[in-house]
C-alpha cells in the first residue's frame, strides 16, 4: 500500500489536513492535489466540522508544484489537462474557514496555497517565495493576482520579479500572514484558534467569509450591498436570534448552525 498524500485527522469539529510528501519537501503533484481536493470537499460536507486546517511538515508547507512532473510537459497537456483550473483551485468551492498553518517552506504553488487559505499562521520557520521567475515559469495558481491583493503592487513585484523570499517577521508585517508564533507551538495555536472559530454559527462564519472575499473581487460598493444583503439574511437565521437572546441573558449561546 502507498502512503497517502494528505493525512486527516479530527479534532473535535476541526478538521486538519497534512501534506504527506516529506521527501519531496510537500512538492504539489497531481495526486496530491486530487487528494487534497478530495479531502477539503469530504471535510466542508461533514456537518460535524466547522473549521478545517492545512498544514506540511516542520521543514516544507510545500515547496512548490512539482518540477520533476511538469518538466517534459507541453502547452497542450496542461491547456487540455485543465493544469491548476482542474484539481487546484477546489479550494475555492470550500465554504468553512480553511486556515493554514505554515512552518518552513512556502514556495511557489505552496505559498499560493497558503495564500488561497482564509487564514494563515506562520511559525517563527516559516519562508515565503513565489521563485518561479528561477524557472522561467509564472506563479500560475493565483499568485499574480492574491499576492498583490495581500500586501499591495509594490511588495508583491518585488517578490514576483525577483524571487525574494520573506521570513515570517516581513510576512507578518506586510500583511500576508495573520498571526506569527514559535514553531514548537504552531499546531497548538493553530487548532485553539481553528476550534474557536467552529464553535460560531456555521452560516454567520459562511456569510463572513464569502463577504470579506467579495471584498477582494467586486467594487465597494458592490461589495457594500452584498455585506448589506449577507446582514439582512442573518436575521432569518435562528442563531443570530440565539446570539443576540444568550447575550442579553448572560449565559452562553447554542448555536444548531441554522
Ligand atoms: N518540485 C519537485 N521536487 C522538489 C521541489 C519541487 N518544487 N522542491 C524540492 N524538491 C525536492 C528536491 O529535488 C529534493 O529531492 P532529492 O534530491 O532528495 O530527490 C528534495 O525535495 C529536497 O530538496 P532540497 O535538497 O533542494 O532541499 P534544500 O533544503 O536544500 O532546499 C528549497 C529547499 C525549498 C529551497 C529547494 O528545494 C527549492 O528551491 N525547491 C524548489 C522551489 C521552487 O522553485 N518552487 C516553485 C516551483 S514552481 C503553472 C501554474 C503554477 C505553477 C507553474 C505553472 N501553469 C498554469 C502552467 C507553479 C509553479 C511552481 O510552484
Same mark, same amino acid.
Given at each position: 500500500m502507498t502512503e497517502p498524500l494528505v493525512q486527516v485527522d479530527r479534532h473535535g469539529r476541526v478538521g486538519m489536513i497534512t501534506l504527506n510528501r516529506p521527501k519531496q519537501l510537500n512538492a504539489l503533484n497531481d495526486a496530491l492535489m486530487d487528494q487534497l481536493g478530495a479531502a477539503l470537499l469530504a471535510l466542508d460536507g461533514? &456537518? /460535524?466540522?466547522g473549521a478545517i486546517v492545512i498544514t506540511g511538515s516542520t521543514k516544507a508547507f510545500a515547496a512548490g508544484a512539482d518540477i520533476d512532473a511538469m518538466v517534459d510537459w507541453s502547452y497542450m497537456d496542461v491547456y487540455q489537462g485543465g493544469f491548476? =483550473?482542474?484539481?487546484? /483551485? =477546489?479550494?475555492?468551492?470550500?465554504?468553512k474557514p480553511v486556515l493554514a498553518a505554515v512552518a518552513g517552506y512556502a514556495m511557489g504553488g505552496g505559498c499560493e496555497l497558503a495564500l488561497a487559505c482564509d487564514i494563515i499562521v506562520a511559525a517563527e520557520s516559516a519562508k515565503f517565495a513565489l521563485p518561479e521567475i528561477k524557472l !522561467?515559469?509564472? &506563479?500560475? !495558481?493565483?499568485g499574480t493576482q492574491r499576492l498583490p491583493r495581500a500586501i499591495g503592487k509594490a511588495k508583491a513585484m518585488d517578490m514576483c520579479l525577483s524571487a525574494r523570499m520573506l521570513d515570517a517577521s516581513e510576512a507578518d508585517r506586510y500583511g500576508l500572514v495573520s498571526r506569527v508564533v514559535p514553531d514548537a507551538e504552531l499546531l497548538a495555536c493553530t487548532l485553539a484558534l481553528a476550534t474557536q472559530i467552529a464553535s460560531y454559527s456555521q452560516p454567520a462564519l459562511a456569510a463572513i467569509k464569502e463577504s470579506v472575499n467579495r471584498a477582494w473581487e467586486s467594487s465597494l460598493s458592490e461589495g457594500i450591498l452584498f455585506e448589506r444583503r449577507e446582514l439582512h439574511a442573518r436575521f432569518a437565521s435562528e442563531d443570530a436570534h440565539e446570539g443576540m437572546k444568550s447575550f442579553l441573558a448572560k449565559r452562553a449561546p447554542v448555536f444548531k448552525h441554522r
Open positions: 461533514d &456537518p /460535524e466540522v491548476i =483550473t482542474r484539481n487546484w /483551485e =477546489t479550494i475555492r468551492q470550500v465554504r !522561467a515559469m509564472l &506563479p500560475g !495558481a493565483g
